[in-house]
């Protein structure tokens, strides 16, 4: 993946994050450590290949509470 793609996977990633937490991420919810999942996608998109794959990685950050519903 170019640095490029890379860096719009992580700003896509960003503006994600940034939304969830001023619009509709409650810290109480089910304990769910909502900072520390960013962290790990941010690093996660790091050391995928491909742009597919980082998309695959903020699907996976948006996951959060889903299975706790």
């Known amino acids: 993946m170019t640095s490029m793609r890379r860096d719009q996977?992580?700003?896509m990633l960003k503006d994600v994050h940034d939304k969830v937490a001023k619009e509709y991420?409650?810290?109480?919810?089910h304990g769910m450590?909502?900072?520390?999942r960013y962290?790990?996608?941010t690093q996660r998109i790091y050391k995928v290949e491909s742009f597919s794959d980082a998309m695959g990685v903020i699907a996976w950050f948006l996951e959060?509470?889903?299975a706790h519903v």
Do not use: C, S, V, W
């Open 25 to 29: 991420y409650d810290a109480n919810f």
């Open 39 to 41: 962290k790990e996608a």
């Open 64 to 66: 959060i509470g889903r």
């Open 33 to 36: 450590d909502f900072e520390g």
């Open 9 to 11: 996977a992580l700003q």
